[in-house]
């Protein structure tokens, strides 16, 4: 039986969990749901995950959400060889999930869904710009942080692993910000290795699939 994944276009976690997908060539059926018409809150995907949350994947009938959860289960359950997303002994499987954890912690909640949370999820009000000027430095700090991080193309070596997935979506993020709202710049904070290491994940065989077809043009 084929998994189930359940997607959400534009989540980052989401993303995060399709790239996963395509890279370990597990066999899934895509279920996308709509945001704006309140899929993930109707009861039959409540009755799949009781927190409405996407990614979820069904596996034989059984059920999990959060993000890197599922990383670690696909890992566990499919990569057979190469690729793996967790590579190596276990020092380096570990600061797979710490650059993970930084990642999620510090360049997302701290900078980019800050940026975004000023610049649209406040109606009509005008973008606080001494908290954009804060997230806009932790994000360049960060993204500086994550560039000496690299090991060879990717973060643990000639192939991606979790770490690349979680944070590749935060930098097309940045991208998509500075695309919606030049004024923010946020694509100048990019440093050029991490410049060059997007462009190697974006140009992956299976990478335009997985794009938000609503971020096009």
């Given at each position: 039986?084929?998994?189930?994944?359940?997607?959400?276009?534009?989540?980052?976690?989401?993303?995060?969990?399709?790239?996963?997908?395509?890279?370990?060539?597990?066999?899934?059926?895509?279920?996308?749901l709509s945001f704006s018409e309140g899929d993930?809150?109707?009861?039959?995907?409540?009755?799949?995950?009781?927190?409405?949350?996407?990614?979820?994947?069904?596996?034989?009938?059984?059920?999990?959400?959060?993000?890197?959860?599922?990383?670690?289960?696909?890992?566990?359950?499919?990569?057979?060889?190469?690729?793996?997303?967790?590579?190596?002994?276990?020092?380096?499987?570990?600061?797979?999930?710490?650059?993970?954890?930084?990642?999620?912690?510090?360049?997302?909640?701290?900078?980019?869904?800050?940026?975004?949370?000023?610049?649209?999820?406040?109606?009509d009000a005008p973008p606080d710009e001494a908290?954009?000027?804060?997230?806009?430095?932790?994000?360049?700090?960060?993204?500086?942080?994550?560039?000496?991080?690299?090991?060879?193309?990717?973060?643990?070596?000639?192939?991606?692993?979790?770490?690349?997935?979680?944070?590749?979506?935060?930098?097309?993020?940045?991208?998509?910000?500075?695309?919606?709202?030049?004024?923010?710049?946020?694509?100048?904070?990019?440093?050029?290795?991490?410049?060059?290491?997007?462009?190697?994940?974006?140009?992956?065989?299976?990478?335009?699939?997985?794009?938000?077809?609503?971020?096009?043009?």
């Amino acid at each position: 039986m084929a998994l189930f994944f359940y997607h959400g276009h534009g989540s980052p976690y989401s993303w995060r969990v399709w790239l996963a997908l395509e890279q370990l060539r597990v066999p899934y059926e895509l279920k996308v749901l709509s945001f704006s018409e309140g899929d993930t809150r109707k009861p039959e995907f409540v009755a799949i995950n009781p927190r409405h949350t996407v990614p979820t994947i069904v596996d034989d009938g059984w059920a999990l959400w959060e993000s890197e959860a599922i990383l670690e289960y696909l890992d566990e359950r499919f990569a057979s060889g190469a690729p793996v997303l967790y590579p190596g002994d276990a020092r380096s499987r570990a600061r797979v999930r710490r650059l993970s954890r930084e990642a999620q912690e510090y360049l997302n909640l701290q900078g980019v869904d800050r940026i975004v949370d000023e610049y649209f999820w406040k109606g009509d009000a005008p973008p606080d710009e001494a908290k954009l000027a804060e997230a806009r430095e932790r994000v360049a700090t960060e993204l500086a942080y994550f560039a000496k991080e690299l090991r060879g193309d990717y973060l643990a070596g000639s192939a991606p692993s979790a770490a690349d997935l979680v944070l590749y979506p935060m930098v097309a993020y940045v991208k998509r910000v500075t695309q919606r709202k030049p004024e923010s710049k946020l694509t100048e904070l990019i440093p050029p290795p991490i410049a060059a290491w997007a462009a190697r994940i974006e140009a992956m065989p299976y990478f335009d699939k997985t794009f938000p077809p609503h971020w096009r043009g």
